[in-house]
C-alpha cells in the first residue's frame, strides 16, 4: 500500500519570499514522485519527478525538491515567490508502471501577497 | 500541437440523464487516463487506457464506462447520472513504457454538474 501526504492545505507567501510545500509518502517499495501544479480553470502541469536518481531534482519555474527516503519525504521549494506562482499543488506518488497505483495528495493551494 | 483536448467544457445533466466527454491527443501518446477531482481531495482514477484496445478500471470505475475509439481518442460515458458524480473530470495522456512512472499531460478539464 502507498500513500501520500500534503501537510498543509493552504500556504501564504509574501511576494519574493521562500516557499516550502510539505509532503511525506508511505511506499513499500522504491518510489518515484511527482509534483503538480494546478492554476485556476486549468489542467495540471508537471513541475518536477523523482525516478530514483539524484536525490535533488530541479524543475520548471525555479522550483525544486529534495528526496529524503530517511524521513520519507518530497517537499518542494523555491527561494523566492513569484506572483504567478500562485495555484493548487499535487505531490503524486508511484511505486509501480501500473496506472492503478499512481496515488495524488490532496492539494496545496499556495497564495502570493503583493 | 494542441496536446490534451476536452470537450465539452461545462455541462448540467439532470440525474438519470447519460452523456459522453470526450477526449483526444495529438502526442501519439500509448496511454490514456480518466480522473475525477473533488474538493479537498487529489485526483482519483476513473479509468485508463494502456494501450491502444485495451482498457482498464482504476480507484473508482462504477457509473462509467469508457471507450478507446483509437490512438487519439479515449472516451467517457455516463449512462445514468446521479449527482454523486458532479465533479471536474480530467483527462490525460502518457508516452508509455513506464505506466504510472511516465509523465502525464492533462487536458483543461469538464466541469460537470448533476442535479
Same mark, same amino acid.
Request: aromatic share 10%.
Given at each position: 500500500?502507498?500513500?501520500?501526504?500534503?501537510?498543509?492545505?493552504?500556504?501564504?507567501?509574501?511576494?519574493? =519570499?521562500?516557499?516550502?510545500?510539505?509532503?511525506?509518502?508511505?511506499?513499500?517499495?522504491?518510489?518515484?514522485?511527482?509534483?503538480?501544479?494546478?492554476?485556476?480553470?486549468?489542467?495540471?502541469?508537471?513541475?518536477?519527478?523523482?525516478?530514483?536518481?539524484?536525490?535533488?531534482?530541479?524543475?520548471?519555474?525555479?522550483?525544486?525538491?529534495?528526496?529524503?527516503?530517511?524521513? =520519507?519525504?518530497?517537499?518542494?521549494?523555491?527561494?523566492?515567490?513569484?506572483?504567478?506562482?500562485?495555484?493548487?499543488?499535487?505531490?503524486?506518488?508511484?511505486?509501480?508502471?501500473?496506472?492503478?497505483?499512481? =496515488?495524488?495528495?490532496?492539494?496545496?493551494?499556495? =497564495?502570493?501577497?503583493? | 500541437?494542441?496536446?490534451?483536448?476536452?470537450?465539452? /467544457?461545462?455541462?448540467?445533466? /439532470?440525474?438519470?440523464?447519460?452523456?459522453?466527454?470526450?477526449?483526444?491527443?495529438?502526442?501519439?501518446?500509448?496511454?490514456?487516463?480518466?480522473?475525477?477531482?473533488?474538493?479537498?481531495?487529489?485526483?482519483?482514477?476513473?479509468?485508463?487506457?494502456?494501450?491502444?484496445?485495451?482498457?482498464? /478500471?482504476?480507484?473508482?470505475?462504477?457509473?462509467?464506462?469508457?471507450?478507446?475509439?483509437? /490512438?487519439?481518442?479515449?472516451?467517457?460515458?455516463?449512462?445514468?447520472?446521479?449527482?454523486?458524480?458532479?465533479?471536474?473530470?480530467?483527462?490525460?495522456?502518457?508516452?508509455?513504457?513506464?505506466?504510472?512512472?511516465?509523465?502525464?499531460?492533462?487536458?483543461?478539464?469538464?466541469?460537470?454538474?448533476?442535479?
Amino acid at each position: 500500500a502507498q500513500s501520500v501526504t500534503q501537510l498543509d492545505s493552504h500556504v501564504s507567501v509574501s511576494e519574493g =519570499t521562500p516557499v516550502l510545500l510539505r509532503c511525506n509518502y508511505s511506499s513499500s517499495y522504491s518510489p518515484s514522485l511527482f509534483w503538480y501544479v494546478q492554476h485556476p480553470n486549468k489542467g495540471l502541469q508537471l513541475l518536477l519527478k523523482y525516478t530514483s536518481a539524484a536525490t535533488l531534482v530541479k524543475g520548471i519555474n525555479g522550483f525544486e525538491a529534495e528526496f529524503k527516503k530517511s524521513e =520519507t519525504s518530497f517537499h518542494l521549494t523555491k527561494p523566492s515567490a513569484h506572483m504567478s506562482d500562485a495555484a493548487e499543488y499535487f505531490c503524486v506518488v508511484t511505486h509501480s508502471g501500473s496506472a492503478r497505483q499512481l =496515488t495524488f495528495g490532496s492539494g496545496t493551494q499556495l =497564495t502570493v501577497l503583493p | 500541437n494542441a496536446g490534451v483536448t476536452q470537450t465539452p /467544457k461545462f455541462q448540467v445533466l /439532470k440525474t438519470g440523464q447519460s452523456m459522453t466527454l470526450q477526449c483526444a491527443q495529438d502526442m501519439n501518446h500509448n496511454s490514456m487516463y480518466w480522473y475525477r477531482q473533488d474538493p479537498g481531495m487529489g485526483l482519483r482514477l476513473i479509468y485508463y487506457s494502456a494501450s491502444e484496445g485495451t482498457t482498464d /478500471k482504476g480507484e473508482v470505475p462504477n457509473g462509467y464506462n469508457v471507450s478507446r475509439l483509437n /490512438k487519439r481518442e479515449f472516451s467517457l460515458r455516463l449512462e445514468s447520472a446521479a449527482p454523486s458524480q458532479t465533479s471536474v473530470y480530467f483527462c490525460a495522456s502518457s508516452e508509455a513504457g513506464q505506466g504510472a512512472r511516465d509523465t502525464q499531460y492533462f487536458g483543461p478539464g469538464t466541469r460537470l454538474t448533476v442535479l
